[in-house]
Nanobody
Framework: QVQLVESGGGLVQPGGSLRLSCAAS????????LAWYRQAPGNQRELVAH?????VTNYTDSVKGRFTISRDNAKLYLQMNSLKSEDTAIYYC?????????????WGQGTQVTVSS
């Protein structure tokens, strides 16, 4: 069992920055397929950024050059710069944990990000 807890969301003006954090009950570096997703009202949950165990990162096109995913052994992070109104959503962290030969995905409860003037 793994618990993930996001923090760092809030209200920010367009062009501003936020840093989201995701704390895990297991060492982050031991988890697989770490990622940030977001879901805006009326939309499906979408993948925002992903980092492999080897540190390779991928981003959805709309956030490339503005968002950075990173992690240390304690937390997963999402640095968000040049925020736009369309970035408004609930942001979720997700990670996979392998136990007894079985892989299972775990999600946090989400943190609200609102970009508005």
């Amino acid at each position: 069992q793994v618990q993930l807890v996001e923090s760092g969301g809030g209200l920010v003006q367009p062009g501003g920055s936020l840093r989201l954090s995701c704390a895990a009950s297991r060492p982050i570096l031991s988890m697989n397929n770490l990622a940030w997703y977001r879901q805006a009202p009326g939309n499906q949950r979408e993948l925002v950024a992903h980092i492999t165990k080897g540190g390779v990162t991928n981003y959805t096109d709309s956030v490339k050059g503005r968002f950075t995913i990173s992690r240390d052994n304690a937390k997963l992070y999402l640095q968000m710069n040049s925020l736009k109104s369309e970035d408004t959503a609930i942001y979720y962290c997700k990670g996979d944990w392998i136990s007894q030969g079985m892989r299972r995905s775990y999600w946090g409860q989400g943190t609200q990000v609102t970009v508005s003037s």
